[in-house]
T-cell receptor, first 117, second 112 residues
């Protein structure tokens, strides 16, 4: 299947600083990528839909000024957590859709463990 | 509101057993459904994808079925192995909304 690469796999940052997470589709083009957040022992919650060349669509309750999303090319989307606080510590996962014919299949990155101290 | 429910939340079985994981969804107008595996602290690995027009898909020891009318999907794992221990997630895709709705997962432990 297609490969989605996420970087970094883990990061520790100080409270108040910003952290950027990258999501790349390595062998296919993705006009749409998705960012999820996963708290311990919980399932994935969609944060936002990242659209190439346009603004991201955020889910209800997600602060768009805090979680900045940029989808500058068909293979790269970035999520920047601005002015991070300890409550932002979580596991962030991106996904991208590969479209083949009338079918679509989602592939996920390996996730980024963010710890804010 | 689209909701996806997975039962059981946790399951522990001895090695070699066949087992069934369940996924139910409230809105039957799905586009497709995907089963994933997640190991602790890791991302998601896609296991099986079922299109809305299909009733089942098979890959090795895994078989996933889909019954749209009843809003259910099952993942059947044959001859379970300790390496199958992980959390299994199902996700429903409603194309009009262009996003996945995830269940809360079933944490599987296969004992040697």
């Amino acid at each position: 299947g297609a490969v989605v690469s996420q970087h970094p796999s883990w990061v520790i940052c100080k409270s108040g600083t910003s952290v950027k997470i990258e999501c790349r589709s390595l062998d296919f083009q993705a006009t749409t990528m998705f960012w999820y957040r996963q708290f311990p022992k919980q399932s994935l919650m969609l944060m936002a839909t990242s659209n190439e060349g346009s603004k991201a669509t955020y889910e209800q309750g997600v602060e768009k000024d805090k979680f900045l999303i940029n989808h500058a090319s068909l293979t790269l989307s970035t999520l920047t957590v601005t002015s991070a606080h300890p409550e932002d510590s979580s596991f962030y996962i991106c996904s991208a859709r590969e479209v083949w014919g009338s079918n679509t299949e989602a592939f996920f990155g390996q996730g980024t463990r963010l710890t804010v101290v | 509101k689209q909701e996806v429910t997975q039962i059981p939340a946790a399951l522990s079985v001895p090695e070699g057993e066949n087992l069934v994981l369940n996924c139910s969804f409230t809105d039957s107008a799905i586009y497709n459904l995907q089963w994933f595996r997640q190991d602790p602290g890791k991302g998601l690995t896609s296991l099986l994808l079922i299109q809305s027009s299909q009733r089942e898909q098979t890959s090795g020891r895994l078989n996933a079925s889909l019954d749209k009318s009843s809003g259910r999907s099952t993942l059947y794992i044959a001859a379970s192995q300790p390496g199958d221990s992980a959390t299994y997630l199902c996700a429903v895709n409603y194309r009009n909304f262009n996003k996945f709705y995830f269940g809360s997962g079933t944490k599987l432990n296969v004992k040697p």
